[in-house]
């Protein structure tokens, strides 16, 4: 697949630049990005959830009255967790939510979505380029030249370039990645995909 090279006025360079078959057109495979973007999300949880116990609650342990006698239902301290303010039975604990995935599945899971953005005609190349100093109206302009402004917009660059991401982090819907950091979730919680030359060539070779 060939998709023509554009320059950063959204200008065709007359260049073509080739998608690898091997990335842009394979079988996709649901299953994968399932598993991939539902590891990505676990990952995200600090499962630092927690709630008292009965032995954790401050209060005294005294015996509230008598076992028998009392002409009601037996009752133990004011910890019970048949009182209000007693602990809790089975309540939540800290875990951690991290599973582990093959690289080989997540690699799949991210061929799979780039193949449908591909399909679906998401993908836009442009010649590399940086700016000058980081301004946000540059890169506004940006992504009104490749019609692009106000979707969410996923630039793919080969490494860092600050005065890019400076420029990006203000603008809504704009996410900043280098090609070895991409992932799932974020090639499909993005409408559009802009890979720089230099980053198509890294993810080509995936």
Known sequence: MELAILNVNGEDTGRKAQLNDAVFAIEANEQAVYLDVKQYLANQRQGTHKSKER????????????????????????NSPVLVGGGRVFGPRPRDYRFKLNKKLKQLARKSVLTAKAQDNKIVVVEDFTFEAPKTKDFVNFTKNLKLEGQKVLLVLAGQDKNVYLSARNVPGANIMTATDINTYALLNNKAIVLTESGLDVINKL
């Open 55 to 78: 032995s954790e609650v401050s209060g005294s342990t005294r015996k509230l009255h008598k076992q028998k006698g009392g002409g009601g239902s037996r009752i133990g301290d004011i």
